[in-house]
């Protein structure tokens, strides 16, 4: 294993944690937050903001503190050899988990709202063997294609939403109150937009050396909560929020009602088109995390077979017959797992080591 | 045993004391390890020079000549290869001085003294003459007389204002020509010889201080090492020096185009040109490389960017207009307004198999007739072209074995494919477009799309001589692609070059192109 596969500059890391921050984010959130929050579900964004600032800017410290450090060698000197491995094996699993969490969320939306086409298990399968093949190369072909892709996913996104907002009836969203009632799950849901972020940069600020300036995370941080404020509001300002409470994929039927003349009917062939891009660098980096921490725990294997062992599990969930409610929890289940593994345990690791210099923590790995 | 070994040494002729038969059996010795007597010439250089005897029985041909001449020292063996050497310069600038004894042999102009049997033969075979003269060294004269072919037009990378000067397969009329175009002291040719049976000369180019040293000395230290019997282009070298890659896209750029050549190099790429090939090589390329001519931006910005739109959208259509038409009829048709889905379906609605096939069988003759016209000589191609498009298009939507729109759709393909600058390039998106019809027909417009993620991680994974092959897009480097924009490409705001080229030196020129 050479370092190219995790050899990538500051930007492309930025580029993926925003990606990735806001991945499904808009497709899966809207209809876990809008039964709860209801009108109020903007405030969602406003949380996530706020999380998403704290928990990055503490995630860079994190690795800033020890930059000659791989996340493994952090949790060793924090809580010993045993729970560092228990650790880093609930992180493999929670990827593996994950790329097939994200794909079929993917697929759920495309054919249960605008392409019926064939079994959902075919482009599941698709976007499993396409991700290995560029998990097999390594991080750095990944977020080379992220970049390569970051158009295609903007422009795509920027169009479908000026569109959808020609049919948005603002008023439906007044009068702006502060969800009180709602305070105690509203920040929990929201920060599962940005959470997947803190990790990456956790995980892979550690792995390659190198972070993007504070500042530039807090702006991705910020294109994911606007992202999120947006994907909230606008299915209320189409069809009101007890219309869209009932909808699993509220933010998607807000933009199948737009289209044009005749340039695809469906305006949500270009909203399918920018997120398979996105879904695609996602799952793809998931499939490399996954089985680059399989590797680290177990050496001997060769890279090959750890890459399809984990893209063949991610297609195993993802291809697997789900109900739609199943869908929604795995989901919720699988953002609660990141919460706890990418932001409470590092806070742990925070706590425990804060006053240990990092050097004193080499001397304690070297013994 | 070795009693016995010690008698028959003893008994042996060579053993015993006669004059001279010490070098005998150093010589039988020699011989017994190494197997014959050519190979201990040439562990015994200075020993024993080589003479036309050993010459004429190492080169066992008809085209060997040779000749003696009585001088007043004794007999000189001339030995040449009457298929390389131009005769007419033997007689006049050697026989013919020697003959009148106005010039010795160690006086005649460019003459060079062969200490080895393998320096003789190496110099014999690039079309040297070697005087034998009486007891002494060899001397060789480089007097090359093949025919060769003059500069000409390019042929396969044409421009209607550009230059009109082609590459041609002569060794120093290409460095000639590359010299003329680049007068800079700074510019390296280094010469090699490749090929253990071609024994083909090989040149590297660069400009010191601007290529990149790594490469260059990458390069440097991997041509001698490159152990392949016959050298027919420089490509086949750089598949051993810089590595292959299970890709049909071209990881080199080949250009017969001097200029094109000369101006890579005054970018900080290097060159390499092959003795005999009129198609220099030159590393590292990247996929916008292949997407960028020098004529297009000529004429201003605005008709630069309509041509290179064209050409883009040329690129888009062959690979994407198939695979397009198959996710949607196959799968999607949903996301086509009413009108226009019935339109497409009436079109094939006699067409007895599904699309996918329909489609396959179409790419295939269309690829097959493009392929036939293309190796086909001139009058032939032109019959072939008339008879695949009038005739067997014509008469496959009359037969209602293809419908007429796919026809529209497979000839916009293959005419879009080359609207690229690099043949090899064109072939490349010709595969590739199979992979994605197949992928449309498996999963619709998500097959579709996957066929280009497909395409994009597999340009993402390739490097040419160590050069990410998607720069600047992947790594982005937004100066970097200033030079692959509609503006001219001398302009002064691109006073560095690209840094992806890794170059020594970045700067090209003053900012605004003039010297304050």
Known sequence: ?367 | MPAQRRQRRKDSPSAGGEGGSDDNSVRRHLQEIVGSAAGVLRLLPFAHPPTAEDVKAQLLGDDLETATLSLPEGTLAVVYLGSLVKKRRLWEEVLGPLLTQTLAVNDLPGSQRLATMEAVLRQMLLGWVILFPPGGMPVGLPLRGLQQRSVDEPSTEKEIVGPKEALVEDLETNIGLIRNRLRDPALRVKMHVVGTRSRTRIALLYLDGVASSDLVAQTQRGLPTVQIDFVRTAADVAEVLFGRSLTPFPLYEETERSDRLAAALAMGRIGLIVEGSPFGLVVPVTFMEFQKDAESALPGPIVSVYVRSLRLLGLFISTAAPGLYVAILTANPGVLPLPLALTLSTTRFAVPYPVATEALIMLVVVDVLAEATTQAPGAIGNTLAIVGTLIIGQMMVQAHLASSLLMIIVSGSIMGSFLTLKFHFSYALRIWKYAIVLLSAFSGLIGWFTGFLLLLVHLASLKSAGVPYLSPLGPFRPYDLTHYGPWQPNRGNQHLRPAMWRAQDLVRQPKRGRAH
Request: hydrophobic share 60%; aromatic share 10%; proline share 5%.
């Open chain 1, 1 to 367: 294993m050479t370092s190219r596969f995790y050899r990538i500059s500051g930007r492309q890391l930025w580029l993926l944690a925003t990606l990735i921050s806001i991945c499904v984010t808009p497709l899966m959130l809207p209809g876990l937050v809008i039964p709860i929050l209801g009108r109020d579900a903007w405030a969602a964004g406003v949380f996530s903001l706020l999380g998403g600032v704290l928990g990055m800017g503490f995630s860079a410290a994190l690795v800033r503190r020890f930059p000659d450090r791989s996340l493994g060698e952090v949790v060793d000197t924090a809580f010993g050899p045993v729970l560092s491995k228990v650790y880093l094996a609930l992180l493999a699993l929670l990827f593996t988990v994950g790329a097939g969490v994200m794909s079929h969320g993917f697929v759920a939306v495309v054919a249960g709202h605008d392409l019926p086409l064939l079994p959902t298990m075919y482009p599941a399968l698709l976007i499993a063997a396409v991700a290995t093949f560029a998990a097999y190369f390594g991080l750095e072909v990944i977020a080379r294609s992220a970049e390569v892709l970051a158009p295609l996913i903007i422009v795509g996104f920027l169009i479908i939403n000026i569109l959808a907002l020609s049919n948005a009836g603002f008023g439906r969203l007044l009068p702006l109150e502060i969800p009180w009632d709602a305070m105690g799950s509203a920040p929990v849901l929201a920060a599962l937009g940005t959470a997947r972020g803190f990790l990456l940069v956790l995980l892979l600020g550690a792995l390659s050396h190198t972070l993007p300036s504070t500042a530039s995370l807090h702006v991705g941080t910020l294109i994911a909560a606007l992202l999120i404020t947006l994907s909230c509001a606008l299915p209320i300002a189409v069809y009101g929020s007890a219309f869209a409470a009932m909808d699993r994929f509220p933010f998607v039927s807000a933009v199948g009602t737009t289209g044009w003349q005749w340039i695809p009917t469906h305006g949500t062939v270009l909203l399918l088109i920018s997120w398979h891009a996105i879904v695609f660098v996602v799952v793809a980096m998931y499939t490399w995390l996954a089985a680059w921490l399989w590797k680290v725990l177990w050496a001997g294997l060769p890279w090959v077979s750890l890459v399809i062992g984990t893209g063949l599990c991610g297609a195993l969930v993802a291809s697997a017959a789900m109900s739609s409610a199943a869908v929604s929890l795995l989901f919720s289940l699988w953002n609660d797992a990141v919460l706890v593994l990418g932001i409470a345990v590092p806070a742990l690791l925070w706590l425990r080591l804060r006053r240990r210099s990092p050097r004193a923590s080499r001397r304690v790995i070297e013994r």
